[in-house]
Structures are given as structure tokens and as C-alpha cells.
């Protein structure tokens, strides 16, 4: 079946590393997305990709870094630059040109912790 | 400023009963789409339905429905016949422009229901 698996659900991060959460997608999407979630808030973008080799920053990019080498990947690095990454991350994607009408496909998340 | 205000954090209803989530925006955009999502303790995103601004009619799927009111920009939630299964926290998110090329989505901080037997 077609979809997007983010990997590993749950990470524990020391303080001072880099960590990189995967997202893989075999939906044919062109454009990926990644959110992040913290509790009692919405979801806030970190970065997007419209096609390979391209990406831009969203609203909260700030400690956060992409790659984009493949259609169906584009992980996301937690630096540790990122001063507050306790988190749950989401990673979406979307079909460009075909129509509106469902938005994004999300991934099943993975939840970040600092310890 | 906000775009998507959700201002009910948390909503109780019985069993069968039907629920309505508020969900408002704020766009200067003719063309925008409007979501609600559906995220159970698991985590994941689940899509519930959709509503274009150019939609005459409210977009019905199911047990939910949309309560779409553009000159008040509003774009409330109705759940019909509750269910336990029901119980989440939902998001309302907006697209600004027609969606043919790229989507960036918006979303509200959300409502928790919770359904009671």
C-alpha cells in the first residue's frame, strides 16, 4: 500500500547532538513537508520541497536543516542549534497539480525527546 | 495575526449524540480550500473533509459535515452520531490560493473531544 513511514517513532536525544528523523514516501508525490507539534499547539511548518534538489524554509526552520536527494525521501536533521527539539515531528506530502481536495498525506510521526 | 482559531480546547459529548467544532480564518484570498483533520492518541493525521471557497454547497462525508459560513469566515465541524471511536483531537487547517501547484497548509492548535459512553 501507498503511503509515508517516518522512522523511528520515538528518539531520545543528548543535548549538544544531531539527530535526523526519516521520511520516505511511495506515493509519487512531488512536494514533502515537514511539521512539527507541541502540545496544546497546532501544527507549525519547519521546511518544504516542491521537487528534488530544492527546498525552503517554513515558519520555524531555525536549528533545523533538509536534503532533498530523492523523490521519495527528505529527512529532516535536528542540529544542535535547535534549542527546544522535544517535539513530535510530522512528515506530510502532496501530489502537485492533481487537485485540492485532500490536502496533505501525513506520515505517523516520530516523537523527539531530549534527555 | 492568527489565521485559523480554534477557540474551544476541549468539547465533552454523550454517545449518539451530535457534536460541532468551531473552526474561523482570516484570508484576503478569493481561492482557498479549508480542512479538517482528525488525530487519535496514535498520532497520525487523518483527513476528514474538505471545502473549497467556491463550494455553494456544504461539504458533507459520512458522519461529518461542514458548516461552511464565508462572510462570517467560518468553517465549523459537525459530527453526527458520535461514536467512542470518535474521541481525538481535531485540527481545522486552510490553504490559501487554488491548490493546483503547490499547498502550504495552516492549522488551529486544535480540540480535543472526548466521547462518553
Known amino acids: 500500500d501507498g503511503g509515508i513511514t517516518q522512522s523511528p517513532k520515538y528518539l531520545f536525544r543528548k543535548e549538544g547532538q544531531n539527530v535526523t528523523l526519516s521520511c520516505e514516501q511511495n506515493?509519487?508525490?512531488?512536494?514533502m513537508y515537514w511539521y512539527r507539534q507541541d502540545p496544546g499547539q497546532g501544527l507549525r511548518l519547519i521546511y518544504y520541497?516542491?521537487?528534488?534538489?530544492?527546498?525552503q524554509k517554513g515558519d520555524i526552520a531555525e536549528g533545523y536543516s533538509v536534503s532533498r536527494e530523492k523523490k521519495e525521501s527528505f529527512p529532516l536533521t535536528v542540529t544542535s542549534a535547535q534549542k527546544n527539539p522535544t517535539a513530535f515531528y510530522l512528515c506530510?506530502?502532496?501530489?502537485?497539480?492533481?487537485?485540492?481536495?485532500?490536502?496533505?498525506?501525513f506520515g505517523s510521526g516520530t516523537r523527539l525527546t531530549v534527555v | 495575526a492568527q489565521k485559523i482559531t480554534q477557540t474551544q480546547p476541549g468539547m465533552f459529548v454523550q454517545e449518539k449524540e451530535a457534536v460541532t467544532l468551531d473552526c474561523t480564518y482570516d484570508?484576503?484570498?478569493?481561492?482557498?480550500?479549508l480542512f479538517w483533520y482528525k488525530q487519535p492518541s496514535s498520532g497520525e493525521m487523518i483527513f476528514l473533509i474538505y471545502q473549497g471557497s467556491y463550494d455553494e454547497q456544504n461539504a458533507t462525508e459520512g458522519r461529518y459535515s461542514l458548516n461552511f459560513q464565508k462572510a462570517r469566515k467560518s468553517a465549523n465541524l459537525v459530527i453526527s452520531a458520535s461514536q467512542l471511536g470518535d474521541s481525538a483531537m481535531y485540527f481545522c487547517a486552510m490553504r490559501e490560493g487554488p491548490g493546483t501547484g503547490f499547498q502550504k497548509l495552516v492549522f488551529g492548535t486544535g480540540t480535543r473531544l472526548l466521547v462518553s459512553p
Open positions: 484570508t484576503s484570498d478569493q481561492s482557498y480550500g
Open positions: 506515493l509519487n508525490h512531488d512536494a
Open positions: 506530510a506530502s502532496t501530489q502537485r497539480g492533481t487537485g485540492s481536495n485532500y490536502g496533505y498525506t
Open positions: 520541497s516542491q521537487i528534488v534538489n530544492d527546498f
